[in-house]
């Protein structure tokens, strides 16, 4: 089925974004100092304030939200266990450590993007709530494989991490029933539509079309695109239909199972000392690929 008009209009917009971003990067010179900062801004500052308050106004239902995260979650799961398939390609143990990420980590910024752009500030709240749950096994995952750090720094990592903390603090203010002036929630809004635009223009800023190289590589390669960009959105979509999940919270579901990797899971393998240039190439292949992808999924929704 193909996607209908409406829908890639309504998200053209943001991909375009990320088109932008990487002509800027290359037609600009700006460098990688200026990129890094921005990055930096967007994920310590601006999404937060976005999650923030998009789960502060939100009306959340977490009875109507369960088989939503629950799907989310099964098919996460689902990848990474098909994520190990890569292993049988003869690539280093440390480069498939280094990929193997990218089977199942996701980009917030154009899941929040895109929950946005169709659904609003609820859309926002609801895939708020999916990532800030989604972030630490999809993180314990990645730096287990990787098996470079201790278990204390996986832990020291995640409770310091923004998107969590924004999460937790929303959802908290939300059950509290916290009532901020309306000068501190337009302040807020601000700073959320920036990360929407900035944040694009940082995930099409971070594209690489260089990195993979060999036979084996781009097998291994091009398998773990299949597992995220296919058969992860597909999972989701049979428990969608099975459990007889629909609107908003099916969307959102979808949308997060139908995300390319982030470019956090390229930071991570160089820290850690991996195979930073072909996580590099996977992240930007499914960035790109996923413009095509996401519109399709959701046409099946």
Known sequence: MAPDTA?????????????????????LHLGDHFWNGLEKLVYYVLFPALLFTGLLKAR????????????????????????????????????????????????????????????GLPGIAAMGIVVGLMVPPANLAAVWMLARHGEAGIWRELARNPLILATLAGIAANLGGLQLP????????????????LGLLAVGAGLRI?????????????????????????????????????????DIALIFCALPAASSAYILAQRMGGDGARVAWLISAGTLLSMVSIPLWLAWR
Not at 9 to 21: S, T
Not at 185 to 195: E, N, Q, T, V
Not at 219 to 229: C, E, R, T
């Open 60 to 119: 959340i239902e977490w009875s109507a939200a369960a088989p939503m995260l629950a799907v989310a979650g099964a098919a996460m799961a689902g990848s990474m266990v098909l994520g190990l398939g890569a292993r049988l390609a003869p690539i280093s143990p440390l480069s498939f450590a280094s990929q193997y990420q990218c089977a199942f980590r996701f980009n917030s910024y154009i899941g929040l993007a895109v929950a946005g752009t169709l659904h």
């Open 182 to 197: 309306g000068v501190m929630l337009k302040f807020l809004g601000r700073m959320g539509d920036a990360a929407i635009v």
């Open 210 to 250: 260089v990195g993979a190289s060999g036979t084996a590589s781009h097998l291994a390669a091009g398998y773990l695109l299949l597992v995220k960009l296919v058969a992860m959105p597909a999972m989701a979509l049979l428990a969608i239909r099975s459990w007889g999940l629909a609107g908003l919270h099916a």
């Open 7 to 27: 829908l890639v209009l309504a998200l053209l917009p943001d991909f375009a974004l990320i088109v932008l971003g990487a002509l800027l990067r290359r037609l």
